[in-house]
């Protein structure tokens, strides 16, 4: 029946030659797609704890600024007393 089958299997292998090169370049492709999405949520998060961290420093420099008034404050009232 199938007896010359030589052309379809030249066929076929020059077919996944062709097809093999392209299918690994998507296969790379959203590999890096998902690095990079991957990369960018980090900074994204990074840059929030970044942020969090300054107005948590900026919230202990105005309280210890506070605390500073108050003993000056205090350190003045005991020098008037003595």
Do not use: C, W
Request: avoid cysteine; charge should be positive; aromatic fraction near 10%.
């Amino acid at each position: 029946m199938f007896t010359n089958t030589g052309p379809m299997v030249n066929q076929l292998m020059v077919f996944g030659f062709l097809i093999v090169p392209i299918f690994i370049l998507i296969v790379v492709s959203m590999y890096i797609i998902f690095i990079v999405r991957r990369m960018e949520k980090r900074s994204e998060r990074r840059l929030e704890l970044d942020k969090d961290n300054r107005a948590f420093q900026q919230q202990q420099i105005n309280t210890m600024e506070e605390l500073n008034t108050r003993l000056k404050y205090i350190e003045n009232r005991l020098k008037e007393v003595d």
